[in-house]
């Protein structure tokens, strides 16, 4: 009998292959971590693949956020000079505007925003 996955469903494997991380907001969007191992051609995969992996995570409960924690790293809102931009606007309660976390830490942080897809 002949394989019937879905290609989103191998590229889904393949990502879990990677390490690669996938969570399905309630929202709707998709989001990938840790963003650094992402490439050009794989960032490309999974938007065109974005429709078939939601539905997919939709049915996998237990693979999204077993753990919660996040590396600021993997943040959207992480600037190049390595501070917090939701601090900057006063959104991070008990943090100086030009708060530096630890990129590598994992942490939670309600703020946490993965690179949107
Ligand atoms: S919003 Fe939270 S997770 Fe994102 S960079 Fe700031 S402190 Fe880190």
């Not at 960032?43 to 237990?62: C, D, F, Q």
């Not at 100086?96 to 942490?107: A, R, S, V």
Request: glycine fraction near 6%; aromatic fraction near 6%; hydrophobic fraction near 40%.
């Amino acid at each position: 009998m002949s394989d019937t996955k879905t290609p989103a469903a191998e590229l889904l494997e393949r990502l879990q292959h990677k390490g690669l991380r996938l969570s399905a907001t309630p929202d709707g969007a998709l989001q990938v971590w840790p963003a650094v191992w992402l490439d050009e051609a794989t960032s490309e995969a999974i938007r065109a693949h974005k429709p078939g992996l939601l539905a997919l995570l939709s049915t996998m409960a237990v693979d999204v956020l077993e753990d919660d924690r996040h590396r600021c790293r993997d943040c959207y809102h992480l600037q190049r000079k390595g501070n917090c931009a939701m601090a900057a606007q006063g959104r991070l309660p008990g943090v100086p505007e030009w708060y530096t976390p630890h990129k590598d830490i994992l942490q939670r942080c309600n703020l946490f925003c993965a690179l949107p897809y």
